[in-house]
């Protein structure tokens, strides 16, 4: 059993590709281009916030996360026997 697969596309969407791909093989380009993809998200989902709320509300959303993790670090120490 083959451990490769066809994927149908237009023709059009075929020949860009080839050309964005250039030496890389079609295992990789595609990895490539859903990581590029993947982190693109991450940046973005991450930069929202950023632009919405004020350096005021990020600072506050900063202690709190310090606060949490300060209340973890105790707590993991006080559970452990």
Do not use: C
Not at 3 to 27: A, F, H, M, P, Q
Not at 33 to 43: D, P, T, V
Request: charged content about 40%.
């Amino acid at each position: 059993m083959s451990r490769y697969v066809t994927i149908s596309v237009l023709r059009g969407v075929k020949e860009l590709l080839e050309k964005e791909k250039g030496n890389r093989d079609w295992s990789s380009f595609p990895l490539k281009l859903y990581r590029e993809a993947k982190a693109s998200r991450a940046r973005a989902a991450f930069e929202k916030p950023r632009q919405t709320l004020s350096v005021d509300d990020l600072d506050k959303v900063l202690e709190s996360s310090r606060e949490f993790r300060k209340g973890s670090r105790y707590d993991e120490k006080a559970h452990r026997h």
